[in-house]
């Protein structure tokens, strides 16, 4: 059998972009990786301008988490003191003895590799794949130069082909502080930053530090990444509509916290606490997450609400007279920037921001046809919902 072949990642990742989620890919294709492991390093806490370690893995693992074959790792998170690179891939070759290991660098690390401690070791330990990236001031021969020297004490290096992609940390860090856009840092990781008030930003979410790391702790990587760009998709709403931001970004954020508990805990706390009596909604994991989550939201997180707590409730089947709050909730659920392509995703999209009624008509009556289409019926509060939406002025023209 041949040997895996494990691309590392290493950074600072303060916060993690989408130059570096272009580097393993392209890294992935170039040197036919099986997969990347991604290790935010642990810097002195006392560094400046360097978020806390746990919110740069929050955004690392929510960064990642589309991606199947990119995994997070907190090796250099929970190592004592300082880390250093050697350590690290002594430490992979022990975990991982069959496997090659290529640490992926751009060419400014490349040209800092001799400061590295014990990097002629280093050299030693794996192949590097080097991703082009201009660094001010230094000519191609001078890295050709350094990148001779370094194979001549035994370094072997590979070039990962990929156009290259003009972003830093820094750049985002002040773009984040001057509240300007940032087309290259995911829309998940953007919203971490703002809600928790990363970089400069003014904090949005007055219990952001506690709520994100709940909701970290009990959702999966996956969810945890929906439940952010979902949030985004809220405050875009909400500022299209007229509607209430920072109301829009804690429904959000809060609106699938029950979504990864087992059913069966889902259904003691709704029939001890009387959640519902829906037989169906219930059964149901899918439906039930909802008013439950409702629940959490208040008695958990705390919030008291109402608005926020309804939008929660019926963020699933809707409700007939649910207001246009909650289909701003409703449908950033349905449009947040990594939900999988379905078919109607793109006019969702397209008739969101433009009218929430319209869009919650398409979105349920699709989603309608969709499940007849797999022989299953939608609950009946979401075809009373659409009913209830077809009759409001703004779908009789
Ligand atoms: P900062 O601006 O804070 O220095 P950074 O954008 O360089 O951050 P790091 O987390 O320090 O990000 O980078 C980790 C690794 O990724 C380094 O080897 C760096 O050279 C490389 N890298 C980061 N961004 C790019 C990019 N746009 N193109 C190529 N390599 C990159």
Redesign the pocket.
Known sequence: MSKERIGV??????P??E??L??ARAAMRSAKLDRVLFLPDSVPPHKKDIAPAEDRWRMTVAAVAGEKDFEPCRMELDREGTTYTCDTLLALRAQEPKAELFY??????LLQLKNWSRYEQVLTLCTFIV???TVEGVSAAEVDAERRRLIGLGGRFLSAEME????????L?EAIQRDEPTPLLSPAVREYCGARGLYGAAPRVPRAEKWLAKLFAELTPRRFAHTLGVAYSARALARNHGLDLEKAEIAALLHDCAKCLPLREMQEIAVRNNVTQDREILESGALLHAPVGAWLAEHAYGVTDPEILHAIACHTTGCPGMSRFDMAVYLADKIEPGRLAYPALTRVRMLAPLSLEKAMVYSIERTVEYERGKGHALHPQSLETLEWLKSQPENMS
Do not use: E, W, Y
């Open positions: 990642m290493g950074g600072t990742f303060n993690i972009h130059g570096h272009a580097m992926l660098i751009g060419t400014d690390t991703c082009a990236r290259p992609v003009d972003v830093s940390s820094t750049a860090r």
